[in-house]
């Protein structure tokens, strides 16, 4: 990845971390993708939380450069392409699991949705190794 104009990392795997997933809407996308079995860039834009097509795109470009995700053209529609995680982003399930438990615990909105954190609650090694698996029903 060009880090032309970007700071140096300072060694610290946290400060790597987040230099790569670290916002919002970089665990969103991975969110949609591991968790919810979105594939496109219509169903990401269709998302819960209304990201705009501009920082999609510009988060797309981030995790595909960073090797978190990756794109390849739709079978059945050359136009359009096909997402996923790489192995590198479906490790992320451990964290997302973390992500899961912690957020579901003190999440403080009207209506929590609570079926992945019931999930990794009852299951937590379940989940984690679906998440890892590679899904090859796009092939």
Same mark, same amino acid.
């Given at each position: 990845?060009?880090?032309?104009?970007? @700071?140096?990392?300072?060694?610290?795997?946290?400060? &790597? +971390?987040?230099?790569?997933? *670290?916002?919002?809407?970089?665990?969103?996308?991975?969110?949609?993708?591991?968790? %919810?079995?979105?594939?496109? &860039? +219509?169903?990401?834009?269709?998302?819960?939380? *209304?990201?705009?097509?501009?920082?999609?795109?510009?988060?797309?470009?981030?995790?595909?450069?960073?090797?978190?995700? =990756?794109? @390849? %053209?739709?079978?059945?529609?050359?136009?359009?392409?096909? &997402?996923?995680?790489?192995?590198?982003?479906?490790?992320?399930?451990?964290?997302?699991? =973390?992500?899961?438990?912690?957020?579901?615990? &003190?999440? =403080? $909105?009207? +209506?929590? %949705?609570? =079926? $992945?954190?019931?999930?990794?609650?009852?299951?937590?090694? *379940?989940?984690? @190794?679906?998440?890892?698996?590679?899904?090859?029903?796009?092939?």
């Amino acid at each position: 990845m060009n880090t032309k104009n970007k @700071r140096p990392l300072s060694g610290c795997p946290i400060d &790597y +971390a987040l230099s790569v997933f *670290g916002d919002r809407w970089s665990l969103l996308i991975i969110r949609d993708l591991a968790i %919810k079995g979105v594939k496109t &860039y +219509a169903e990401l834009l269709d998302g819960w939380e *209304g990201i705009s097509t501009n920082i999609l795109a510009q988060r797309m470009r981030h995790l595909e450069g960073h090797g978190i995700v =990756e794109r @390849r %053209k739709n079978p059945d529609n050359w136009r359009s392409s096909l &997402y996923e995680l790489t192995p590198k982003g479906r490790d992320l399930a451990p964290l997302l699991s =973390e992500i899961i438990l912690w957020g579901g615990t &003190y999440n =403080e $909105a009207d +209506a929590p %949705k609570s =079926e $992945a954190f019931n999930i990794v609650q009852s299951d937590r090694g *379940g989940f984690e @190794r679906e998440l890892r698996q590679t899904d090859n029903t796009t092939d």
